[in-house]
């Protein structure tokens, strides 16, 4: 990355970045991360920001795909390039390829365990043959990471030309933990596809999966320990006795991690919970991963949204996103990410592992209807900043910035 522009400007990109667009400069953009079909949050990502891209207008020059061992995929069009996780000289090539391809920018996506190498360095072998100037956004910031990954993070930050983080949070925390220089750093927030809420729909929807006559409680994502479901589960008896017609819905598949290590060992013991408590009518459990449409169309049927995850660190949530972005009141645990999507009375935060906090919470909300519906105008109206076309413009803008001295080198 020798001789590209490091330091883009300290600019709030989800506010404030307009003035600092160059004028002309409509920047070329590449793709990199996990892709669908592969099933994970940040092949949804990174599915949702190239078609936000593409439909603002945008030129794109296509994805490349990180395929784990083994993997065996059918792409669409938009993936352009495959690169193999583990293998080193996958790295190598994709470099060459993506400078031939005449993008100005490389936006790639990073989540530990998706590159390969210790801890995922091997990305810093990409970026150290790259021509093209890289956004690497960070969707995890550790608040306390080892030695090793402070300087995989620091390394990651110093090798490409801007980094992105999605939560404000994460700005002061990589510059006092990791020493990144914060004016290198740009906040913009996880994309929410747009939702439109009009009177009656939470009915509707409900009547249209069969729940109609139901309080429905949710939670959705990749299920694992750490989302700490066992918590809600015990929270519920007190909460049925007063709303009988409650259902809990956990929607989701297991973790492919979880999986490999231990099978369905976390679900059958939430099964075994559920039994325990007399809960089987209450609480459902649906264990597909589901796409964009259906998990809309489930948290517009509900009615409190649910997180009870357990680690305080957690500074991104696509399904917190998603939730707030719904509309939907929220009860969450204390991690950081809810602490900052939620303030302001966008949602009610619960300390960990506090089964009598859940039940406290969900009586107070669901016994007060006005209440409730004050949390869900709050949420949705703060998050419209949020949706697709709003960030992918704000991504763009920083972009634009980047491809104006890259033009220019190119051309001296």
Not at 83 to 110: E, F, K
Not at 112 to 119: K, P, Q
Not at 153 to 182: E, F
Request: net charge positive; with cysteine.
């Amino acid at each position: 990355m020798v001789g590209w522009p490091k330091k883009p400007g300290g600019i709030d990109e989800g506010e404030t970045a307009m003035s600092a667009v160059p004028a002309g400069i409509e920047p070329v953009v590449a793709l990199l991360g996990s892709f669908p079909p592969r099933e994970c949050g940040i092949a949804t990502f990174t599915r949702d920001l190239f078609h936000a891209l593409s439909a603002g207008g945008h030129a794109t020059r296509g994805v490349a795909a990180i395929d784990e061992p083994g993997a065996v995929r059918r792409y669409g069009p938009d993936v352009r390039w495959r690169l193999d996780q583990d293998d080193p000289r996958s790295y190598d090539h994709l470099a060459t390829a993506l400078d031939r391809a005449g993008a100005d920018v490389l936006s790639i996506q990073h989540e530990f365990g998706l590159f390969g190498g210790h801890d995922g360095e091997l990305l810093l072998r990409l970026l150290d043959r790259l021509v093209t100037p890289a956004v690497v956004t960070l969707h995890t910031v550790l608040g306390a990471p080892s030695g090793h990954l402070r300087q995989l993070t620091r390394a990651l930050c110093d090798s490409s030309a801007a980094t992105v983080v999605l939560a404000r949070a994460a700005i002061p925390l990589l510059a006092d933990v990791y020493g990144v220089d914060p004016a290198k750093v740009h906040y913009i927030p996880h994309g929410i596809p747009t939702v439109k809420r009009t009177r009656g729909s939470r009915r509707r929807t409900k009547a249209a999966l069969g729940l109609s006559g139901r309080t429905v409680l949710s939670t959705f994502g990749l299920i694992g320990p750490s989302k700490g479901i066992e918590h809600v589960i015990r929270a519920l008896p007190e909460v049925v006795r007063a709303h009988p017609d409650l259902l809990y819905v956990v929607l989701g598949q297991t973790h492919p991690g979880q999986l490999r290590h231990a099978g369905e060992e976390y679900r059958e013991s939430l099964q075994g919970l559920v039994a325990e408590l007399g809960l089987e009518r209450h609480v459902r459990f649906d264990a597909r991963y589901l796409d964009q449409d259906e998990l809309v169309r489930w948290l517009l049927a509900t009615d409190v949204y649910l997180m009870p995850y357990l680690d305080p660190e957690q500074i991104v949530s696509g399904t917190l996103a998603y939730a707030v972005g719904s509309g939907k009141a929220v009860v969450a645990t204390q991690f950081r990410y809810a602490r900052e999507l939620l303030s302001g009375g966008r949602g009610e935060l619960v300390p960990f592992r506090d089964s009598d906090a859940i039940t406290r919470k969900l009586l107070r909300l669901l016994g007060d209807r006005p209440a409730l519906a004050g949390m869900e105008r709050r949420a949705y109206e703060a998050s419209r900043e949020m949706e697709w076309p709003n960030v992918a413009a704000a991504y763009r803008r920083l972009f634009a910035r980047l491809a104006a001295p890259a033009r220019g080198q190119r051309i001296a």
